[in-house]
Each structure stands twice: as C-alpha cells, then as structure tokens.
C-alpha cells in the first residue's frame, strides 16, 4: 500500500466513496518501543528476531505487548497469531488477527503446528531456490506469534504431556522461524527457569525485563550475571509501569520506559487495522465470528 492507493469506505462520508491511505507500516520497519533514560527514542527492529518479556504482575509486559502487536496489525505485510490464556490481554485484536487462542491448549497447539508447517513449507520453497531467508519482496507475509503468559500454556493449562508439546512447539518456532519471517513476542510474569530455562532464553534476540522481585529473575530473563553487574530489574521502581531493561543479544541493558496504548487507543488502531485488513485481503475469514464477519 502507498500513498496512492485508495479504499473504500464502509458508509459514504462525502462527495467520494474512497479516502487516500496513508502510508503503511512494514514488519521490515522497526517497531517504536518507548524512550530511553536520555528520553531519546528506542526503535525494535523485529524482522528476523523475536522478543521475551518478562517481570512480576503489573509491570507492564502485556502494555509492551500490544505496543508491538498493533505495530504488527497495521503492517500489510505481516499476519497476526494471538495467544492469551487470560483473553483480555490481547483479546483487542482479535479482529485484526487471523487466529485468536484463548484458555484452549488444544487450540493452541494446532496453532502452533500449523505455524509449524508453513515454517517447513517456507524453508522448503527456499531451499529450492537457494536461498537462506525470505525478504521483504517475497510474496507471503511474515508472521506475528504473540503469546502472553507463556506459562499459562506450558506449565498450568492442560496436563504435563500437552505442556511439554507446546514448549517444545514454541521452542522449535522461536529457534527456526526468524529467516523464515515468523517472530515470537512473548510475554511471562513468572521468569522461573522452569519456564524459561536458559536454552529457550538465549534463542530470544531481544528480552526485555520489567520488574522484577529478585535479582535472579532479572537474570533469568536478561541473563545470567548482569544483576552482579548493576543490571537488574529489581531495582525498578514497582510504580514506575512500562519501565525495565532491554537486552538484544550481544548488547548491554539499556533502561527504557514502553510506550502505552491505553484501550481507548487500542480500540482505535484495532478498527483501523481490521477494516484495511479485510478491504486488502490480508484477513482471513477463519478468525471472524459470523456476527463479527458480518459488521
Ligand atoms: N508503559 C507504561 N506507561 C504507563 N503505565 C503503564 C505502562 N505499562 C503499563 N502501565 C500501567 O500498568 C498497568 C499494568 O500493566 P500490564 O497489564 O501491561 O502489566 P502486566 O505486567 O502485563 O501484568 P500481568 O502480569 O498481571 O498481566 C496498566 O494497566 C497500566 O495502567
């Protein structure tokens, strides 16, 4: 889409039937996360990376969260995979979305397999090509999984054998999805080793830690040693919501405070992005409700 293009409205809001659209956003454009302590702007690149968020209730993760989701939305070039066990978290976008799972583990694994075989077919048609990742010029979009409460599935839903399957499922996504242009953004309140052990940890490109109650849980998500450094999430200020630290990997943590879609906000870029979504075919219908197909 471009400034050229034009869409039709719902209802007539004039003398035209279509209005000029403003420029899209792409996946391929970096994300604005928030500020720094400098208060100068903190940008996420998340093509080809994926993101953990991590730090104790209320400190701002599930903000953070729908802050790069509804980046994602109004990008034509990325489809959008919703995972939250509480519903309300990310329940704004189900609309925008192509898949919305709820407290369903079932659902969620055969979402997560089916991510999983497009992932394959994806590396299969690049194979055959020689090539070794997709660019922002290859006809299928990239993939947004975003789960909030990662351990909502993996260690309370369901029984042990299904919670294994989609560790292992969301494991083997955040390891092999990159070139491939499916990122993870996922969310835990519970930065335990059980549910974040170190091998998972470091397949995450960027993590950010808000708040967290010990040292040790900053560690976990940030990584191992920094708190010993004068890196920890623990000394953030419990009412400073949105705020943490923010490894890429490779990097030092930097101090940033999210930036905040209130659901007012949400709302808005939500409408926005279903409605461009479905007059550009980038929806598909699995995800409507027949009462919210029909609006
Ligand atoms: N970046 C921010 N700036 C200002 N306020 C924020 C920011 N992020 C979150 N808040 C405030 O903190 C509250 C809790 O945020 P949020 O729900 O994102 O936390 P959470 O870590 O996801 O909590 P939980 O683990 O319980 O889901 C929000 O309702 C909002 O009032």
Redesign the pocket.
Same mark, same amino acid.
């Given at each position: 889409m471009d400034l050229t293009d034009t869409l039709e409205l719902p209802t007539n809001p004039g003398p035209s039937d279509t209005v000029p659209v403003g420029a899209g956003l792409s996946i391929f454009d970096p994300v604005f996360l928030?500020i720094d302590e400098f208060g100068q702007p903190v940008y996420l690149p998340m093509i080809y990376r994926n993101i953990l968020i991590g730090? @104790?209730?209320?400190?701002?993760?599930?903000?953070?969260?729908?802050t790069i989701v509804g980046h994602a939305a109004l990008c034509a070039d990325v489809r959008l995979c919703l995972l939250d066990g509480?519903q309300v @978290?990310l329940g704004l976008w189900e609309d925008a979305c192509d898949v919305f799972v709820g407290p369903d583990i079932h659902h969620a694994i055969r979402t997560l397999y089916r991510v999983q075989t497009v992932m394959d077919n994806r590396y299969t048609f690049l194979k055959a090509r020689r090539r070794r990742k997709i660019g922002p010029d290859d006809l299928f979009g990239q993939i947004l999984v975003a789960c909030?409460?990662i351990a909502y599935f993996s260690a309370t839903a369901g029984d042990e054998k299904t919670q294994k399957l989609f560790a292992a499922l969301l494991r083997d996504i955040v390891a092999r999805g990159r070139a491939v242009g499916i990122i993870v953004a996922a969310?835990t309140?519970r930065p335990s080793s059980d549910i974040i052990p170190t091998s998972l940890r470091d397949l995450f490109a960027w993590r950010f830690a808000?708040r967290c109650t010990t040292d040790v849980s900053s560690d976990i998500v940030l990584g191992h040693g920094w708190a010993a450094r004068g890196f920890s999430s623990n000394t953030v200020d419990p009412n400073n919501?949105?705020?943490g630290y923010l490894i890429a990997e490779g990097g030092i943590p930097a101090l940033v405070?999210?930036?905040?879609l209130t659901d007012t906000d949400i709302i808005r870029v939500a409408d926005y992005a279903t409605w461009t979504r479905r007059h550009t075919g980038t929806l598909t219908t699995d995800n409507a409700s027949p009462a919210r197909a029909a609006a």
């Amino acid at each position: 889409m471009d400034l050229t293009d034009t869409l039709e409205l719902p209802t007539n809001p004039g003398p035209s039937d279509t209005v000029p659209v403003g420029a899209g956003l792409s996946i391929f454009d970096p994300v604005f996360l928030g500020i720094d302590e400098f208060g100068q702007p903190v940008y996420l690149p998340m093509i080809y990376r994926n993101i953990l968020i991590g730090g @104790e209730p209320g400190s701002g993760k599930s903000s953070l969260l729908n802050t790069i989701v509804g980046h994602a939305a109004l990008c034509a070039d990325v489809r959008l995979c919703l995972l939250d066990g509480k519903q309300v @978290e990310l329940g704004l976008w189900e609309d925008a979305c192509d898949v919305f799972v709820g407290p369903d583990i079932h659902h969620a694994i055969r979402t997560l397999y089916r991510v999983q075989t497009v992932m394959d077919n994806r590396y299969t048609f690049l194979k055959a090509r020689r090539r070794r990742k997709i660019g922002p010029d290859d006809l299928f979009g990239q993939i947004l999984v975003a789960c909030d409460e990662i351990a909502y599935f993996s260690a309370t839903a369901g029984d042990e054998k299904t919670q294994k399957l989609f560790a292992a499922l969301l494991r083997d996504i955040v390891a092999r999805g990159r070139a491939v242009g499916i990122i993870v953004a996922a969310a835990t309140q519970r930065p335990s080793s059980d549910i974040i052990p170190t091998s998972l940890r470091d397949l995450f490109a960027w993590r950010f830690a808000g708040r967290c109650t010990t040292d040790v849980s900053s560690d976990i998500v940030l990584g191992h040693g920094w708190a010993a450094r004068g890196f920890s999430s623990n000394t953030v200020d419990p009412n400073n919501h949105g705020a943490g630290y923010l490894i890429a990997e490779g990097g030092i943590p930097a101090l940033v405070k999210a930036a905040y879609l209130t659901d007012t906000d949400i709302i808005r870029v939500a409408d926005y992005a279903t409605w461009t979504r479905r007059h550009t075919g980038t929806l598909t219908t699995d995800n409507a409700s027949p009462a919210r197909a029909a609006a």
